[in-house]
């Protein structure tokens, strides 16, 4: 088994690396001064079990990159290769629900696939459904084995779940049932992509914590409208828990300003310093990670992984 890593998220290669005990692969990525990318394994992966890491987060070339280590795996008689994408970018056009756009996850995993991708591994999927595009095994972590002990160590008093969206409830509704608490929904309308324009809170959380659960943070606007909501309907602390940290433009701002006492979010995307704050918290994923890594290779139960 090797592992090796795109440039989008080296540190949480790294850690991945670090938990399976084993020196990182050695792969050459550079950028022509078009911006064409080259990819080049500087090691022998003929007959190995390759595991490509690369987050498909902004820009699209990261997935772009990814294409092409997987072509270059393949062509270099790799046994087998994984792609592990620890965050699935181009996920939230996953149906034709208007005329005439586009459908970008069914078209990524069409690439991934025709790269040569043997299998896939990701975390918390913008929707579970995403999985059927894909004609290859495919291995779909959740983010509840990362943050539900941290949730239960700030010991939150009649904590409440709550879902910002009606999409966002299923994933909720597995937080509320782990964490023994009622579930609460917000009804969020948006006109256009990243803008949110109101919700409607659909349940009692009055003098309650709530914890609000999301899959992705983008430009913030979903979880503050969220949180703006719950604390005119009496909440007490609004704490959230998001798995993928894009923080586009000003959301981590955003985030400070709000009612909201503390995010905490996965390394799946890398956050740089300047998007720090300290209200935010990150947890790794990277422990996740590796153990599914392990069990892939040894053919092992991934699914016991969650049986917490
Ligand atoms: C929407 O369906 C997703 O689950 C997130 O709630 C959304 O993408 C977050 O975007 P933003 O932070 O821009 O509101």
């Known amino acids: 088994m090797k592992v090796f890593s795109g440039t989008a998220n080296l540190p949480l290669t790294r850690k991945i690396v670090e938990y399976l005990d084993i020196p990182l692969g050695d792969v050459e990525i550079y950028r022509f001064k078009d911006g064409e990318i080259f990819v080049k394994y500087n090691e022998s992966i003929r007959g190995i079990d390759v595991f490509i890491v690369q987050p498909t987060s902004p820009p699209a070339d990261n997935i772009l990159e990814l294409l092409l280590m997987i072509d270059a795996a393949r062509r270099a008689s790799a046994k087998r290769i994984t792609a592990v994408i620890p965050y699935f970018g181009y996920a939230r056009q996953d149906r034709k629900d208007q005329p005439r756009v586009a459908l970008s996850a069914k078209l ?20 579970a459904s995403i999985q059927g595009f894909f004609d290859i095994p495919f291995d779909h972590l959740y983010s509840s084995a990362i943050f539900v002990d941290y949730v239960k160590e700030i010991k939150l ?6 879902a910002p969206d009606v999409g966002s409830s299923k994933r ?8 023994h608490a009622e579930l609460a929904l917000v009804d969020k309308k948006r006109s256009i992509h990243n803008k949110v324009d109101s919700g409607t809170l659909i349940g009692e959380v009055e003098g309650k914590d709530v914890v609000i659960v999301d899959d992705i943070i983008d430009t ?10 719950l604390r005119k309907a009496g909440a007490k602390k609004i704490f959230v828990v998001c798995t993928h940290p894009l923080f586009s433009g000003k959301a981590v701002d955003r985030i400070q300003e709000s009612p909201i006492s503390q995010i905490v979010v996965s390394d799946t995307v890398f956050v740089p310093e300047e998007k720090k704050r300290e209200k935010i918290k990150i947890l790794t994923a990277a422990p996740l990670f590796g153990e599914a890594i392990k069990r892939i290779h040894n053919e092992e139960s991934i699914s016991s992984l969650f049986d917490l």
């Open 172 to 179: 909720a509704r597995a937080y509320a049932n782990r964490l």
């Open 157 to 162: 008093v009649n904590p409440v779940v709550v």
């Open 220 to 229: 913030g606007g979903t979880l503050c409208i969220a949180a703006d909501l």
């Open 108 to 127: 990524v995993a069409n690439l991934i696939s025709t790269a040569g991708a043997d299998r896939v591994l990701t975390l918390d999927l913008h929707s």
